[in-house]
């Protein structure tokens, strides 16, 4: 599952259990179980109350508390209060001098880097006020009233780096990323030592699709607390997302020696072993992440992922049910409603399931680029006019006549998993996965790409860096398979670069295709899946294109495959696809369902079963809500 990491921090199981011991621990120290007995008086109370403020600050620090957990810390120990015998007054008298102490816990003001002289006296007194108020904002779930809270803060005191990191955290709950990564931005500017700030802006930027920027600010997490189990597991989660698998299970498996009853790595282990098809290990690693945290969200949206969900996961169902009565951030609460939308598809609640995966949708919105049409048009428009069968049929200088390049294109959700897993079960042919080789391309040659510029130096740099490319996935391999849909925009570049390589189109349904597209979390990597009607604009688009590099490329460089047919008969197809690409027949290829691998994208459960036919015809179930798709049936292939 293509989606953004759970906020670790977010989880307030550490702060709660913090709330209830230290509560626990002043009525040891206070021996009299009296109504009332909180009202401060006498040496012998002072005496306690300090001692209650002095563990406060001690067992805040390594919980690295931010804004959300603070307030269910204090939430926690007024109640842990009243139920033991302390009126309400008592415990709300001593939980504000708790909260005063928790506002400057991990950088008190008089310590902090963002402490000077005119955030003394009265302002000092408004900005614990407004702290104050924001944690109280925090405990009712009015995180807008947070915002307004903390620029108070930062209107005395703009360099004030707890409440800048907190800002951030508010920013999250309410889906406004782009604040939310400016906050804490400067909250690292101000106070580059806090690890827990570079661990934030790291989850935030892998959560929008920024991976390399996550990566740098994760590892400076990392550097300034090597023994951070979160800041491994935040780190390990943006290398898979990377598919540096290698490395993130390194992270996670230091994350684990460090802290052994981490539900971040046990998930992020469990990831790894889904990518292996080791299904079940999966499960079990995820149900260990559960018995220790049983609202652990990452455990419980990947667990859909690992078989079909049946009646009998009832309980699975009632926890994410009540997990979403709660304030969540948009990540979250996004993840919770695809895996719900997966149960109820899986157990032929179609109503259910289609209204799961609108609110998924919707609040995936909220953090996600927008589609853009008009930009999506005049690509497929600058394409087709620049690429005609004469420039198509020029190979540029430097064009290598390699064949070992194999590219498995198609629009996302279209069976182009399932081709790449048998051809890869091929003995002479092995799968690399999605590679962005020619996406970065576009980013960095967009003229040329589009056919403007005709620049040999840059043709001849091109073969051999993506043949190189290759090589780092296989040196012996006769055909390797680049599975990477996106790279049917880029068909006529690639083409005039290796002229001799081999194009395999799948070609699905487009209703049960946008379908399919609609119910996964993409995160950021196909921004017009979240919506029908841009998910109708865009499959549009991607067929007008198709049929122009029908067109225009050479008959015996281009096959389609149509999804329908190699499920019905795959022998018949695997037969005319291993000749299409130079291989002679072996029948491996009809057990690719056995065959070992790491698969990375969200077919990996569906590629390691046994041809099957269910998914054909798929969107029957969802005729009624899905009527800005149904109209494109009438396309012909």
Known sequence: MAKSMILEWFNAQDAIAAGHALADSFLRDDARPTKGRAKAGGGDRRIEVQRLLQRAVLNAKPLKLNLFKRAKLLGAFKWRLIEQGFDEAGADELTHLLLLVLSG??????ESPSARPSAQGGARRRIDLALGAADAAADRGDFAEV???????????PGHDIALSNLGDAFCFLGRYPEAERSYR??????????????????????????????????RAVKLEPRSPNSLCALGHTLTAMLRTDDARICFEKALRLKPRSTGALCGVARLATMDGQFGDAETLLRRALEFDPECIEALTWLVEQRRMTPEDQDWLECVQRLLERPLT??????????????????????????????????????????????RTAWVDDVVRHYTAEHVATPVGGASDSRRPVFVVGMMRSGTTLIEQIIASHPRAIGAGELQFWGILEYKHQDWVRGRVPDPGVGATLAQSYLKELVRHSSDAERVIDKTPANVDYLGTIHRVLPNARFVYMQRDPVDTCLSCYFRNFVNAASFAMDLQDLAHYYREHHRLVAHWRSVLPKEVFLEVPYEGLVADPEAWSRRVLEFIGLEWDPKVLEFHKTE?????ASHWQVRQAMYTSSVGRSKHYQKYIGPLLPLRRLSP
């Open 105 to 110: 816990a991990r950088a008190p003001l008089a």
């Open 147 to 157: 915002v307004v809270r903390l620029q108070e803060v930062l209107s005395a005191d």
């Open 186 to 219: 400067r909250a690292v500017q101000v106070a580059p030592e806090r690890a827990d700030t570079h661990l934030k802006l790291g989850s935030v930027l892998h959560s929008r699709g920024d991976f390399a920027g996550a990566e740098t600010a994760l590892r």
């Open 330 to 375: 948009p990540v979250d609460e996004s993840g919770l409603h695809f895996a719900m939308g997966k149960y109820f598809d899986d157990t032929g609640d179609y109503a259910s399931a289609f209204e799961a995966f609108r609110k998924a949708n919707e609040e995936r919105k909220k953090i996600s680029m927008r589609y853009d049409r008009a930009a």
């Open 597 to 601: 691998r790491a698969v990375m994208t």
